[in-house]
């Protein structure tokens, strides 16, 4: 059965990262991928919206299609999408090399888990990768 990483294991992942992916990036304001994506901006990763239905740029990022078509090494894979919908993400994220597969708080797709972890990719799942940047690093890097 899948457990989520120590604190210490999710703080390390967290200051070593520089570029996240967020799947299922929404380009509205009030959405909390947005806000979310918008805060790790702010606390200084790059973002790369990855959303096949975004027409134009999001926080001054041009959207993906997919993780594998993001042209740079992407070191955390931050999903928004319904747990149900995950397993294509998954696989996304293990064809692209990434090292970390995060699952927003209230997703949790075992089988999704299942195959990243075969990968070699950390797993994270039913977390806020928000709340634990602003705990676990008081919000800096």
């Not at 397993?87 to 090399?97: I, K, Q, S, W, Y």
Request: aromatic share 4%.
């Amino acid at each position: 059965m899948h457990g989520n990483p120590s604190h210490e294991e999710i703080r390390r992942l967290l200051k070593e990262a520089k570029n996240i992916a967020v799947v299922g990036l929404s380009d509205k304001k009030d959405r909390t991928s947005h806000m979310i994506a918008q805060a790790l901006q702010e606390a200084g990763y790059r973002i790369f919206p990855v959303n096949p239905s975004l027409k134009g740029p999001v926080l001054g990022e041009e959207p993906y299609a997919s993780v594998q078509d993001i042209p740079e090494p992407v070191d955390i894979v931050d999903v928004f999408r319904r747990s149900e919908h995950c397993l294509p993400v998954a696989e996304d994220a293990v064809a692209a090399g990434v090292k970390v597969l995060w699952f927003q708080s209230g997703i949790v797709n075992k089988e999704a888990a299942s195959i990243a972890e075969k990968a070699g990719l950390t797993v994270v799942m039913d977390r806020c990768l928000k709340v634990d940047h602003a705990v676990l690093l008081g919000g800096g890097r």
